[in-house]
């Protein structure tokens, strides 16, 4: 039996789609670029913060990265939360004796800011970017959460909504579960080798 849950966070615990696209349309607004619907945003988003200002901007824009981070940094709980179910579906994982770590290509300041917040006491190991180690897709986050829990490979499914959690599992040699209640739609999984799904938040707490 798989023991060790490994968790991405926006799109996967945490609803953030609202945050990110005011905080990207604020840097925009600054720089004289257009403003970006939520739908626009949230095909941006799995890969990290530089990628998501270069789709955005339509290109390499230091400024507008600059401004995103340092103003995202100061809004990133306004409208925040996670998604229906996810919390109660946490407690009763730790209640069953499940280890968890959440691994994110979100910045790593603002991981333990939200991780802390929202899912201490049961979940206490995060990884973020900026920490030294490789974002996804590159397995390095993950080998060091499992690293830092004590699990071995077999232990351990991945649980994730993008295709950045897909490829990292599978550098890593683990499994992965797949949510579709994220910014990516069940075909979209499906077509970067995603197999098995959860529809609801409130599945988690079964896994």
């Known amino acids: 039996m798989k023991n060790t849950i490994l968790f991405d ?12 696209t005011a905080s990207v349309n604020h840097a925009l607004r600054e720089v004289g670029l257009p ?15 530089v990628l998501l200002m270069r789709r955005a901007c339509g290109g390499e824009n230091a400024r507008a990265l600059e401004i995103f981070s ?14 229906p179910g996810v919390t ?16 994110s290509n979100k910045g790593d300041a603002a991981v333990q800011q939200l991780c802390a917040r929202f899912f201490a006491p049961h979940v ?9 180690l490789r974002k996804k897709p590159e397995p390095d986050m993950l080998l060091a959460a499992m690293k830092a829990l004590g699990s071995e490979k077999e232990d351990c499914v991945m649980v994730g909504d993008g295709e950045p959690d897909i490829a990292m ?6 499994d992965i579960v797949n949510v579709t209640w994220g910014f990516r739609t069940k075909r979209q999984l499906e077509k970067a080798g995603g197999k ?9 707490a079964e896994l």
């Open 124 to 132: 206490t190991t995060y990884f973020g970017v900026g920490n030294g």
């Open 35 to 49: 403003e970006r619907t939520a739908d626009e945003v949230r095909s941006y988003l799995g890969d990290g913060y």
């Open 169 to 174: 599992a599978r550098a890593a040699g683990i």
């Open 9 to 20: 966070l926006d799109g996967t615990l945490l609803d953030t789609l609202t945050d990110l």
């Open 196 to 204: 098995t799904f959860l529809s609801d938040p409130g599945m988690l």
């Open 70 to 83: 340092a103003y995202y940094a100061e809004h990133l709980e306004d409208n925040t939360k996670p998604y």
């Open 88 to 103: 109660d579906a946490l407690a009763a994982l730790a209640a069953k004796g499940r280890k968890m770590a959440v691994v």
